[in-house]
């Protein structure tokens, strides 16, 4: 057994990036300034966006997105249940009514065919989750919300680095991206908006520091203009320069991330074969660059001695670290008790809710490190 714990995920930092962020703490500007506008100048080249937009999280920006598109009271929003809560938690603080799309089981993606029989006259918004690091099938999607003029905006939390026939995600249409610190690069807390629609991307620049014209941040006048005034009732959901100077240099360092992830993925899938209690995710046919976010397998319950709860404490006495990306929202207690959810409406979500587990991926680790976990896993299911 390992001597020590292994993390589901660690940030990678260097000292440089620490020793930049220390620049920026001597610098006398803290806040929203120079750092957060380059950050977003350097996401929006890497991406191929229009535009980008720094905030403080990816729920922030969610958040003014559902509010610049006027999301509320009698509208319908679809997204995935195999979601983090902050999606479906914002759609009904808005007042409107999340509508959950099933996904595929072996990949957990929503398609268009989950999608389509949900949309109703009440349908404005479609949130597909790009999951684990690998994109939807985005043309057939884009496709149907076109058809039926219904906003698409990609949950891309997960998606820093993926590509969609060979197309950075965030380069096309709207997406939002996280940077919590188990996010492939991190400013610590963070996200961005990436968008084509400039209207939408200045409503947003807007909501996102209090509703006022301009942002925190004036680009000519190297501070904000006095005569900003408040246009929109706003939030406070500004990027910090001293997080977005993590960000910069991350971000130059995302490729190399990703392909040690890579690497580490390739290697559990080649020991994890002949282990007929695990079931990694499968990865989709079309054109694709996998970001691998998350490597998640699923436990065959009717095959191992234990339930996945049991399956996740007995590696962690084993010094072996994971994680649950998710429990289905529509399952958690206030969407149960509040809007009458229960199982057996998102069939193959629940199967894999039950039996999903995320092992320990991150650029630090070493291949010993995959074969420690990959060893915890043989002696648990023998024991």
Known sequence: MRSQFLPFSTPSISEEEISDVADVLRSGWITTGAKCSRFEDAFSAYTGAAGSVAVCSATGGLHCILEAYGIGPGDEVITPAMTWVSTVNLICLQGATPVFADVDRDTLLVSRRTIEPLITEKTRMIIPVHFAGVPVDLDSIRELANERGIALVEDAAHAAGTMYKG???????????????????????????????TELLTRVKSLKFHGLAVDSFDRQAQGRSPQAQVI???????????????????????????????????????????????????????????????????????????????????????????GLHFRAVHL???????????????????????????????????DSDVDDVVEAIQEVLAF
């Open 167 to 197: 197309q950075q995600i965030g380069k096309q249409g709207t997406a939002i991206f996280s940077f919590h610190p188990i996010k492939n690069m991190t400013t610590g807390e963070g996200g961005m908006v990436c968008s084509d629609d």
């Open 232 to 322: 929109r009732p706003g939030y406070k959901y500004n990027l910090t320069d001293i997080a977005a100077s993590l960000g910069i240099s991350q971000l130059a360092r995302l490729d190399g991330f990703n392909a040690r992830r890579q690497e580490l993925a390739q290697r559990y899938h080649e020991r994890l074969q002949g282990i007929s209690e695990i079931m990694p995710l499968a990865v989709p046919e079309y054109d694709h660059t996998h970001a691998w976010h998350l490597f998640i397998v699923r436990l065959d319950t009717d095959k191992a001695a234990m339930d996945r709860d049991s399956f996740m404490v007995n590696l962690k006495e084993r010094n072996i670290g994971t």
């Open 332 to 366: 958690q207690k206030y969407y149960v008790e509040s809007m009458g959810m229960k199982r057996g409406m998102l069939p193959d979500t629940e199967w894999n809710s039950d039996r999903i587990v995320s092992l320990p991926l991150c650029p630090s680790m070493l």
